[in-house]
């Protein structure tokens, strides 16, 4: 049954979801989920002005125009923020809207050019990682493994800076350069999965195997870990549905498997998830209740 | 004729999403109604799926249904120790993919499909009318028009509440105030809003106009009221001039609109007088000057 692409596109999708599982952990835990969210939107533009500049579908040459608009997005989250009184939510909200806007105007304009209906760009929307060819999924599992190469070297300089910035500044670690590198880290993980994943639904690869995860454990290595895991199952699951049946985009069946997985943490995870934290309460009332009792007595 | 259709849909969009924008922004929920945004969609779809039909009524009573679902949902999670970024990323990623899935599955050869939920059709609002009181108008004007009413009925009438639950929520609980229950009616209202705005322009345009013209007049006013009637002037100009720039490069409607609302956004931001960012560098650099003299 594994013919010689699906193979490949299954190998792209579980080192993408690893990269994402990885980088997310480290976005989720600094509060930047949805800035992740604003980023992979902000890719729409990009590509299609990549597209218009060189005329040509090759996937560096999208993914570079994709990084350009993503990383200015998410500076100019950063420079509303720092220049206004407007909040975080607001700056995100905006700029996530207006990139996207932007995106579906260009994308309208390549559309009418006369080889633009054969573009395909319309599929960055949603994915379409069981159709992608093999160059192209050489080049997103190269670039799947730098982000996981990446986040293991920096693993230790990330955690301080997260954890405690004022100490990492005090033993002379370049914060705001490691920030900045994480922050550059997630755009290219954006990047990497658009195609395969589709730009509005890219950020979910980023939030849900790490919201996930951390129901498992306190301990950053398990978590990191554990997110890798969940984003390499629902990779590998949501390509292998999503090749039964052709119509069926691969971004919604990969992230309805990552909600799964979200779910089963959410109720079953041990000590933090639902049901354990139910049954303490109850355990914890009862005991009050008898020893009420036994006051009263 | 048509055109004026389209540039009264347009501006009602304005106004709407203007209006109930405004205490978006001032109550730091911009993210939800962005979520709301896309879960809508989940709720028009099992709304089809229900009724096998389009009507614009059981629309709104889907989208209402799901908006505050994911009012719940976020909630929910967030009281489960998620924290509230992640949590609003989890629920509305899954419930937009969901109902993409669905649609995919069983509404394949309807007039419900991605890209129409996503960029909308405002071109199209002319040929869809309907009767009411002997007025024929666009579908898509009655539900606007019904929607804005709605709002400010609220508005009107909650208007101290929302004010007070919005700036000083410990106060208002320790009055009595029902905080709880005038944010979710807050949000069914985003959520109509939403539905009533995105069948004429789309997910898109409908965050740019819900979010943008009232971050946009946030920066210009000090109260509320002037904050709305700042936000609801800028959905306005935004619809318009987004209109006809879309006719002239014939592209997109909802896209250019979404795209002024950014022009004139950062023609605020980096304009205004006093506390615009031109005015800040010119008096950052005032003041270094001075600086130098006084140390020379």
Known sequence: MLTGNLLWVLIGAILLGVAAGLNGTFAFLQKQSLVGDAAAHAALPGIAIAYLVFQQKDLPILMLGAAITSALAVYMIQWIVGNSKL?????????????????????????????????????????????????????????????????????????????DPVFAKGIGLPVERLRVLLTALTVLTIVTGIQAVGVILM???????????????????????????????SGALGTIISSFRTGLSTGPIIVLCAASLFLISYFFAPTRGFISKS???????????????ANHE | MNEFWVLLTGSLVGITCGLTGVFLILRKTAMIADAISHTV????????????????????VGA?????????????????????????????????????????????NVHLDVEHVLMGEIAFVPWDTWD??????????????????????????????????????????????????????????????????????????????????????????????????????????????????????????AGMMAAMIGVIFMLVFVFKPHDGWIWKMFKRIKLKDTKVHVES
């Open chain 1, 87 to 163: 909040k975080a939510d607001a700056a995100i909200g905006f700029v996530l809207s207006v990139f996207f806007g932007i995106g579906i105007v260009l994308l309208t304009i390549v559309n009418q050019s006369s080889a633009g209906n054969q573009s395909g760009l319309n599929d960055f929307i949603f994915g379409k990682a069981a159709t992608m060819a093999k160059s192209d999924l050489v080049w997103l599992s190269s670039s799947a493994l730098l982000i996981i190469l990446m986040c293991l070297l920096f693993f230790k300089e990330w955690k301080l800076m997260i954890f």
């Open chain 2, 132 to 253: 009411i009181l002997g007025f024929s108008m666009p579908k898509a004007v009655w539900m606007l028009l019904i929607v804005l009413l709605f709002n400010i009925l609220f508005l009107f009438f909650f208007y101290k509440e929302m004010k007070l639950t919005t700036f000083d929520p410990v106060f208002a609980l320790s009055i009595g105030l029902p905080i709880v229950a005038m944010h979710y009616s807050y949000m069914t209202l985003v959520s109509l809003t939403t539905v009533a705005a995105f069948d004429s322009v789309g997910a898109v345009l409908v965050v740019a106009m819900l979010i943008g013209p009232a971050a946009t007049a946030y920066l210009m006013s000090k109260s509320v009221l002037r904050m709305m009637i700042w936000s609801m002037f800028f959905g306005i100009t935004a619809a318009i001039t987004g209109y006809y720039l879309a006719k002239l490069w014939n592209t997109s409607i």
């Open chain 2, 64 to 108: 209402a249904i799901a908006g505050l679902l994911t009012t719940f949902l976020v909630q929910l999670l967030q009281s489960g120790g998620l924290q509230e970024d992640a949590a609003i990323g989890v629920v509305f990623t899954s419930l937009f993919a969901l109902g993409v899935l669905f649609i995919t599955l069983f509404a394949g």
């Open chain 1, 203 to 233: 950020a979910a690869m980023l939030i849900i195997p790490a919201a996930a995860a951390r129901f498992w454990s306190n301990h950053l290595g398990i978590i990191l870990v554990t997110s890798a895991f969940f984003g390499a199952l």
């Open chain 2, 41 to 60: 969609l989940f709720g028009i779809v099992v709304a089809f799926m229900i009724t096998q039909s389009l009507s614009g009524f059981w629309m709104l």
């Open chain 1, 279 to 293: 049954l303490k309460k109850k355990a914890f009332k009862q005991r009050n209740v008898v020893k009420e009792a």
